[in-house]
């Protein structure tokens, strides 16, 4: 990009495909440096991890598999809350190691909450100049069924949506 950018968020989701959209950002896009402007441009890496009951695909604080809704089972939730927290971390470990290769320093942000509306929010509560994700390219049923959380993002975001679909 020509400008020089104060702010871009980078939306990770563990796929593949947003893994090739930070590399892209990495390599394309242009930060602010400390002698421009007093405030120094950075990349922020965010992970919208899906709330329990959109991760258990049920209420989590019910008896799975029909029993009664008023009883929690705490294992139960524990067990996906320990699960979630090991994907998440995986998740940006491996943004991370990206960054760390190419010897740009980012910050971080794991969000929980339904992924399209996190990124938005988040987007427009750090003023981004630019958002940066990747495109899975599902199927017309499948999205029509689960929505395009870039699709959602780019009517959305108060910012302009650079959607990177292949490999860098």
């Given at each position: 990009?020509?400008?020089?950018?104060?702010?871009?968020?980078?939306?990770?989701?563990?796929?593949?495909?947003?893994?090739?959209?930070?590399?892209?950002?990495?390599?394309?896009l242009?930060?602010?440096?400390?002698?421009?402007?007093?405030?120094?441009?950075?990349?922020?890496?965010?992970?919208?991890?899906?709330?329990?009951?959109?991760?258990?695909?049920?209420?989590?604080?019910?008896?799975?598999?029909?029993?009664?809704?008023?009883?929690?089972?705490?294992?139960?939730?524990?067990?996906?809350?320990?699960?979630?927290?090991?994907?998440?971390?995986?998740i940006?470990?491996?943004?991370?190691?990206?960054?760390?290769?190419?010897?740009?320093?980012?910050?971080?942000?794991?969000?929980?909450?339904?992924?399209?509306?996190?990124?938005?929010d988040?987007?427009?509560?750090?003023?981004?100049?630019?958002?940066?994700?990747?495109?899975?390219?599902?199927?017309?049923?499948?999205?029509?069924?689960?929505?395009?959380?870039?699709?959602?993002?780019?009517?959305?975001?108060?910012?302009?949506?650079?959607?990177?679909?292949?490999?860098?």
């Amino acid at each position: 990009m020509v400008g020089k950018l104060r702010c871009v968020v980078v939306s990770v989701d563990g796929s593949e495909e947003s893994m090739n959209a930070l590399r892209w950002a990495l390599q394309n896009l242009n930060l602010r440096s400390q002698g421009e402007d007093s405030e120094t441009g950075n990349f922020v890496i965010l992970h919208a991890q899906p709330p329990l009951t959109i991760a258990a695909g049920l209420s989590p604080a019910s008896i799975p598999f029909g029993g009664p809704s008023n009883v929690e089972v705490p294992a139960f939730t524990a067990a996906i809350e320990a699960h979630q927290k090991r994907i998440t971390e995986a998740i940006m470990d491996h943004a991370l190691k990206i960054c760390s290769e190419k010897n740009v320093p980012v910050k971080t942000r794991v969000i929980v909450g339904d992924p399209k509306e996190v990124i938005c929010d988040v987007t427009d509560k750090l003023q981004a100049d630019l958002l940066v994700m990747g495109c899975r390219n599902v199927g017309a049923i499948k999205r029509m069924f689960l929505g395009s959380v870039s699709n959602y993002c780019i009517n959305h975001v108060q910012c302009p949506v650079m959607v990177v679909k292949e490999a860098v």
